[in-house]
């Protein structure tokens, strides 16, 4: 049993990354139907930001989280600005297209820029452990639990009580109607795509106090797994993404804590595969007529 509590809390403590991610996947296609595989690459920019503001400048945890959240929310913007936005009207397969495109242009810039090398992240937390019976929990998964739920409390005060987040419902249910009510669409999109992309770069910092490591490659395994968790709760709907992700961080701990390690990504990808078939729509969506 206490075997059993410790996963899970090893299982919450990785789902909150994967919710983070998740959430970005989630709230671009809630409101332009566009599934952005670059997500998981802005949320390795992320990481990289977190890891050189930590390091050349000294900064602490939260100072180089919001200094990583900013930046990624300026890189979503333009990448939706350049990449997306000229596509709006395009068949959603050249969105995708593009989408891994970008994906691909910023591994590789990051490559160039920081070197194909793993890198060790930098400690900026006390390495303290609790022990309760048989159960340890530190202090790295304490913070990404409290770092996780603040920032999915603001997240819902922003879409529930704010004038963008009321725009951000508007436009996902319909966008040229919104449009004549006197929304901008635009800027709605772009904020959409800021919202998301600073929870990555939140996601990314956090990865690299958890792992103790980062590479340019990083990107593309959460990415994805975050991706099969926002589908896995009902991609378009933001609780959706929170239980997908925290589903997910569980199921691999159990299998990795109660079988093999070597095939959790296995499991996972099943995952996603039972998913499609059974029902598209996620466990938390309703049934529709489109796929996923």
């Known amino acids: 049993m206490e075997n059993f509590i410790q996963q ?4 919450l403590s990785l789902g909150s990354i994967y919710a983070l991610i998740a ?10 139907k566009l599934i952005n595989f670059a997500h998981g690459e802005v949320y390795m920019v992320g990481s990289y930001v977190g890891y050189t503001v930590i390091r050349n400048f000294n900064m602490g945890l939260i100072p180089a989280l919001i200094f990583s959240m900013v930046f990624c929310a300026l890189l979503g913007v333009v990448i939706e600005r350049i990449a997306y936005k000229p596509l709006r009207k395009a068949t959603r397969v050249a969105a995708l297209i593009t989408a891994i495109g970008v994906s691909f242009l910023l591994q590789y810039v990051m490559l160039l820029i920081m070197g194909p090398e793993v890198r060790a992240f930098p400690e900026t937390i006390a390495n303290k452990s609790y022990s309760l019976g048989g159960i340890t929990i530190d202090q790295q998964q304490i913070t990404i639990f409290i770092v996780t739920i603040v920032l999915m409390l ?13 725009a951000m419902r508007a436009v996902s249910v319909d966008a040229d109607a919104a449009k004549l009510m006197g929304i901008n669409v635009n800027n709605t999109i772009s904020f959409t795509f800021a919202l998301g ?10 990865v690299g106090i958890y792992y103790n490591s980062i590479s ?4 593309t395994a959460p990415g994805l797994k975050a991706f099969i968790a926002a589908v896995l709760g009902g991609i378009g709907l933001i609780p959706g993404a929170m239980f997908g992700g925290f589903t997910i961080g569980i199921i691999e701990t159990l ?5 093999n390690s070597m095939i959790k990504d296995a499991v996972v990808y099943i995952i996603l595969i039972i998913i499609l078939i059974v029902k598209p729509s996620g466990l938390l969506g309703k049934n529709t007529k489109e796929k996923v």
């Open 255 to 259: 299998i990795s804590g109660y079988g």
């Open 197 to 206: 992309s600073s929870l990555a770069g939140a996601a990314g910092v956090l």
């Open 8 to 11: 899970l809390i090893n299982g």
């Open 216 to 219: 340019p490659m990083m990107g």
């Open 23 to 32: 959430l970005g996947y989630t709230m671009v296609y809630g409101i332009i």
């Open 154 to 166: 603001a997240l819902q005060f922003i879409v529930k009580k704010t004038k963008m987040g009321k």
